[in-house]
């Protein structure tokens, strides 16, 4: 079983950054996928960034260069740096992994961009 657990989050300006983390308390397999989602308020959860076990990355349209994703496999860690943040930005930040059938969320980081 494998739980992870989100931090980073906090309140902003537009234009400001954070970094957010995931941390995984069980092992993570280096083939896995580790992604991060976000959910705003009234909004369906939408992808943000993805990074799977060969370092192939894909961004959201909206985050592109932005955003960077990366990941530790030897800390079971995956990052998210967010820059030049906007009111846009706000919502709950989800991390995820995936591979060969197995699927874990973690409980979300509140992420408010003032303007």
């Known amino acids: 079983q494998v739980q992870l657990v989100e931090s980073g989050g906090g309140l902003v300006k537009t234009g400001q950054s954070l970094r957010l983390s995931c941390e995984a308390s069980?092992?993570?397999?280096?083939?896995?996928?580790m992604a991060w989602y976000r959910q705003a308020p009234g909004k369906e959860r939408e992808l943000v960034a993805r990074?799977?076990?060969?370092?192939?990355?894909n961004y959201a349209d909206s985050v592109k260069g932005r955003f960077t994703i990366s990941r530790e496999n030897a800390k079971n860690t995956a990052y998210l740096q967010m820059n030049s943040l906007t009111p846009e930005d706000t919502g709950v930040y989800y991390c995820?992994?995936?591979?060969?059938?197995?699927?874990?969320w973690g409980q979300g980081t509140q992420v408010t961009v003032s303007s």
């Open positions: 069980g092992r993570i397999l280096r083939l896995s996928v």
């Open positions: 990074i799977d076990g060969l370092r192939t990355i």
């Open positions: 995820r992994t995936y591979y060969n059938g197995r699927d874990y």
